[in-house]
């Protein structure tokens, strides 16, 4: 196989590697070393027992290079399907571009390789079924998509209030998901593919059931956003039972990171707190700084599932 060797200057924000010698580590390969990916090889080399990156790709060559020069002992693969290859790979994490993600899980599978996906699992319907066809046929559990809600610390107390079934039964679901702003590739299709995609999970994880209609709603369109960008959006979702989920997803609205979710049962409701780290009382007001973006908001969550998987 061809590889790079790359300069061993780690750019900044790239973590350092640690250098002791580690029993049968899993050795992990990485495809996709932008932004969610550099946070993952952090976490992967930093906080998960374990587990070592020893290879990187990336369309970018500059950035795979750049990435890898931070690790004590990996390097840049000539490309993605080299480093699924890779008899030094064990396991992989696809954090590329969604609609790159298909190819990548579908060659991990074939090559008979765990791999822990970023959401959205792949853009469209057939080709997320493809990959379950796949996933069926190899009889065996490969893939975890980037789900991180599900390890977040607020919502998961929010299901188990939800689980003990102390309030009744559910009726309503309330999800908000209100981004400060997006990136300038974002496009239309994203805010459900990209963003929403989130509460579809959330809404099947915490209702423990699927869903079995979708309305999508275009309200009259945010003036400061994105150009064409239908933002923001209301999607109204049904489950098997019938209950009702309404998710709004706003992706510019600049006040700041905001994720809400509450449950309406038959004898009280369950709410995420209000996402403030702490509350601030001061000169007449009553409030707390918000969080940017979900970097800093899930950052307990993407630790515990990358550790989980
Ligand atoms: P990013 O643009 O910072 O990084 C993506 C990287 O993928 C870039 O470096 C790009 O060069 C690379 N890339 C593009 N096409 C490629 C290809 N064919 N092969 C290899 N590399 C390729 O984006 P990001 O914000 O890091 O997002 C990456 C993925 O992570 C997306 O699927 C996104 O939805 C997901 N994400 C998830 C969360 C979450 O909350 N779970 C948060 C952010 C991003
Ligand atoms: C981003 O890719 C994420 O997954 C974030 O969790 C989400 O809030 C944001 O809208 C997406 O663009």
């Keep these: 196989m061809t590889s790079a060797t790359t300069s061993r200057t780690r750019p900044a924000g790239v973590p350092a590697q640690r250098s002791s010698p580690k029993v049968a ?42 990435v890898a020069g931070g ?30 993600h298909e190819e990548y899980v579908l060659a991990c599978i074939a090559a008979g390789k765990p791999v822990f996906c970023e959401k959205p699992l792949a853009t469209t319907q057939d080709a997320c079924r493809r990959i379950v066809e796949a996933e069926v046929a190899a009889a065996r559990r490969y893939v975890q998509v980037g789900y991180m809600r599900r390890y977040d610390p607020s919502y998961r107390t929010l299901k ?4 003990s079934g102390e309030i009744g039964a559910p009726l309503l679901v309330h999800s908000g998901h209100r981004n400060a702003s997006v990136p300038g590739h974002y496009t ?28 999508v709603l275009t309200p009259k369109r945010n003036r400061g956003g994105g150009g064409d960008l239908p933002d923001p959006l209301l999607i109204l979702l049904e489950s098997e ?11 510019n609205i600049r006040y700041g990171y905001d994720i809400r979710g509450a449950v309406v049962r038959e004898t009280g409701t369950v709410s995420l707190a209000d996402g403030v780290p702490v509350v ?9 700084p918000l969080h940017k973006d979900w970097q800093p908001r899930f950052a307990e969550a993407y630790d515990a599932e990358l550790r989980d998987w």
């Design 160 to 163: 188990a209030v939800v689980d």
């Design 241 to 251: 039972s019938g209950v009702l989920v309404d998710v709004e997803v706003s992706v």
């Design 71 to 100: 690790l004590a002992s990996g390097r840049v693969t000539a490309g993605a399907h080299e480093l699924i290859a890779d008899d030094d790979v064990d396991a992989v994490v696809v954090s590329s571009w969604g609609p790159t």
């Design 188 to 215: 239309g299709a994203m805010t459900i593919t990209d963003t929403a995609v989130h509460d579809f999970d959330v809404a099947r994880w915490l209702l423990d059931e699927e869903i079995a209609a979708v309305t």
């Design 280 to 288: 601030v009382r001061s000169g007449g007001r009553v409030g707390g």
């Design 25 to 66: 580590s899993l050795r992990i390969g990485l495809i996709g070393t932008g932004r969610i990916g550099t946070d993952h090889i952090r976490r992967l080399t930093e906080l998960t027992a374990g587990a070592e990156v020893v290879a990187v790709s990336d369309v970018d060559t500059d950035r795979a290079r750049e």
